[in-house]
């Protein structure tokens, strides 16, 4: 069926080193540098060669290249010399191929992992805030954050307020909101013990997971945003540029010295699709260009003198009053032949009868939370102004494929109190954390500016922020973050969303549509899931007993 190419023995040889298969259509690259396999498909998008052709005539048979210049820091059989001067051809192979290709398209053909350790709650979320990115973030309900790292609790101490006079205050109070942490954390463990006893179906695995998970999202409040954790990051080349650029201009010192070390890094495995970052007339005015911008924003939204509306929790701010009549046009359009003004005109004449039947045949039967309709869906939008706790904004904030942005965190529009650290008898202890940490806000505030006192407020305080999304993405976006597992703050934020759509906005059909939204509210919310994942684990095993020393 597909056309085998041919090649010599010897040239199988050394196919097969670099290619996981020689004589089929589709295959992928291994034992090659980041660096060259961008220069290879920049080069194979301008040539009737085939990669691997292409491959063994340009990149592997040129004298002045050879093998050294593509095989890069690798070792073993055939791979002889110094690594360095293999990368420094490499990086002189990458120039030559690219001189013709401009940046920005060649800088997606290359990518890293990159490992980002104790970085503060505020630099997670500068971290995550690219699109075009893979990212995995260390969970605040999978480990206690009393566990120290080191002699010390698990926070940043910001580089304005080190080796200030304000560093032994702020050590001090740090300590004692992971003590006050610790305590609630561990009272409600015991408290959910009680109130959901282990059931016989269950392993202890299985139930001492679920308790964790319920007394750490009680106990996550009392987090202070300079709580740090661990994320990895998969990205391209100029999804790196674009971070690394963001972060040059950003406020706070850690985020510019994190991103320094970000370069040194990618420099060892992705240099070539970095090497504009920091040049003065390249990635050094474009870091300007966003730091000059924020400052004159700053200055204006300052002289904004009115103090802020009382408005709900979420809040639908915009919609498209035409969504359900220019979805169904859109829902048509892949199948017909009419122009796209045509179609539009068509769905606003039918009834809405006709309009529920398209809508309907074409989010089909969802077996599935994944089965998500299609393109069409993309067509219209909602808008949703959010004042939230940090720690559910922290979750919704990785929701990628939409446009959100968020306000300085503050004290300034409270806190929320969990009802399980009531029930324990334990608000006085987490009202006069927070009452320390406010104070302690104002003092960073006065020193340093209000930037840097983000780092003492608490989780459980709330942030405003708004979250602008097609209605595909609203799909997708509330019935995963409804799913029973999930964290009752963030669950219940997403709930009110499908709620507006439904009534606010009238989109009946849409939120009906939307089935695997869930309303009901659950006691230990991560059981189900950790009943699966055991389940899992057995059946990998190939055994089919639960753990009953957990």
Sequence with gaps: MYFTEDFSPSERAV??????NTDRPVFALVNLPEVVKGALFARYSRTPKSLRRLFLDEFYNQPEIGIDAIAGALSGPGFDGDADLKLERAEKLYERVFSGYGDDSVAQLGGAHLACEQASNLLTKVLERGRIAAYLEQSTRYIYYDQKLGERYRYLTPPEVKGSPLEAVYVAEMDRQFEAYSNVVRACKTHFEQRFPRQPEDSLTVWRGSIRAKACDAARGLLPAATTSNLGIYATGQSYEALLLRMQAHPLAEARDYAAMMIGELRQVIPAFVRRVDVPDRGGVWSQYFSDVREQMEEMAGRLKEPPADVPEVDLTEWDADAESKLAAAALYESSDLPDSQLTALASRMSADEREKILRAYVGNRSNRRHLPGRAFERSFYRFDILSDFGSFRDLQRHRMLTIDWQRLSPAFGYSVPEAVEENGLADTWNESMDRMTEL???????????????????????????HMNVREAFHLIELRTDRQGHADYRRI??????????????????????YVDHNQYGLERLEAERKSEQRRLDAAGDTRPDENG
């Design 15 to 20: 196919l097969s080193r670099f290619f996981t």
């Design 441 to 467: 806000h104002g003092r960073i505030s006065d020193s340093f500016g209000p930037d840097v006192a983000q780092y003492a407020v608490p989780f459980a305080f709330r942030l405003r922020y708004y979250m």
């Design 494 to 515: 997403c709930q009110e969303m499908h709620r507006l759509i439904g009534e606010k906005a009238g989109h009946r059909v849409i939120a009906d549509t939307m089935r």
